[in-house]
């Protein structure tokens, strides 16, 4: 891949990246540059490697989720060299985002995993955050691994009726 190309990909990272509030998935990531034909899947995971290694990009790993976040340094540099970018390219991320924020939120807000406690059980950590603010945090204690897995699977589509259910009782 050309350093030119790679070059181009970093910036159109950073710059969808620096257009919302929080993280944005691979997935998420890969859709838009995938579906646009902009570069390969090998070549993107080059590139979000790179931009890691290089401190522009904060990588968040979660069980079945990689999450990227711009850190100030790649915040700094898209400021900096966002003119590199077409007009024509920034429209098509602004339009992708502008299409799909809702959704992109609520993918990357809505995060489970979970881990074996000290104790002997297994704890499902599940959470739904709003930018940098936790709107819900579980931790479940469990003493199989498959039902801490289960809940996990679950929390994604459970989340909002749980939250709910939680709000109106407490209220």
């Not at 204690?141 to 289960?150: G, K, M």
């Given at each position: 891949m050309n350093s030119e190309a790679t070059t181009l990909y970093k910036l159109m990272i950073l710059y969808m990246l620096s257009k919302v509030n929080f993280p944005l998935s691979n997935n998420q990531i890969s859709e838009f540059m995938l579906d646009k034909q902009y570069t390969t899947y090998f070549a993107l995971q080059e590139v979000l490697s790179a931009l890691s290694e290089d401190g522009f990009i904060q990588v968040m790993n979660y069980r079945n989720s990689t999450q990227y976040k711009l850190t100030q340094e790649g915040s700094e540099t898209i400021a900096f060299f966002n003119s590199k970018i077409s007009n024509a390219i920034r429209e098509e991320i602004d339009a992708y985002l502008k299409e799909n924020k809702y959704d992109l939120k609520c993918e990357v807000g809505t995060t489970s995993d979970y881990y074996r406690s000290t104790s002997?059980?297994?704890?499902?950590?599940?959470?739904?955050?709003?930018?940098?603010?936790?709107?819900?945090?579980?931790?479940?204690?469990?003493?199989?691994?498959?039902?801490?897995?289960?809940?996990?699977?679950?929390?994604?589509?459970?989340?909002?009726?749980?939250?709910?259910?939680?709000?109106?009782?407490?209220?």
């Open positions: 002997g059980d297994y704890v499902a950590h599940c959470q739904v955050k709003e930018g940098d603010t936790n709107l819900i945090e579980l931790n479940i204690s469990v003493p199989l691994e498959e039902q801490a897995d289960a809940m996990c699977a679950k929390w994604k589509e459970a989340s909002q009726e749980i939250y709910d259910y939680i709000i109106h009782k407490l209220m």
